[in-house]
DNA sequence: CATCAGATGTTCT
DNA sequence: GAACATCTGATGG
């Protein structure tokens, strides 16, 4: 049994958590079912100072509210309309940061996220179905059954959480953000962290 | 393989 | 109306 990650852990600055949480393990816990996935690919928002950020220049709507918030809780919202977006609330009450859990390795409920993401079970996916899984934002949200009623939830509860991994030492690439070309300069910040030899990244 | 249209809730214009 | 922290299926190589 892996310890779980305590309010402090997410009351860092979003570069720091968003680093750090890469080999960690996100566990949603279900009706007695255990999901779980190893976090391979994150990216860091800054909040207010960050033109790519939801909270950018102080703006509060009810969508962002939870961004504004304590640190450890959870930040879902619906991107395009149809998918969903997972991310950690990080920094303290009154700072709108956010770290965005991009793409993860499936580890636990193979069946469950087969089941979610292709209605079919796992021992029928293709390969290519196989590492679609979990690769990007909205396809990890899918799997894991996150949706927007997990909005707010708290990530020191015993429902939806992030657990330590083994302590492997990690080969981390740092790069540019993924979909945010309306953010200006803030579009080129190295603020996207993945897992060098994953093959669950979702764009290289 | 690559490219592209289409799906559609929330926020802003 | 338009844009958006995305994904899928169709079409053509």
Redesign the pocket.
Known sequence: MMKRLGREFYNRDSLIVARELLGKVLVHEIGGQKVSARIVET?A?RGIEDK????YSG?R????EVMYGGPGFS?VF??????Y?F?VVTREEGNPQ?V?IRAAEPREGFELMAQN?FKKSYHQLNKSQIL?LTN?????CRALSID?SLNGEDLCGSKLYVEEGNQESLSIVTAK??????AEEAKDYPWRFYIEDSKYV?VR
């Open positions: 990216e928002y790519a950020a939801h909270s703006k709507t009810p969508r962002v930040y619906i991107v395009y309309g149809m998918h977006c991310n956010a965005l993401r679609g990007g934002p909205g396809k990890l927007k953000r993924v979909g945010i070309d309306y979702s």
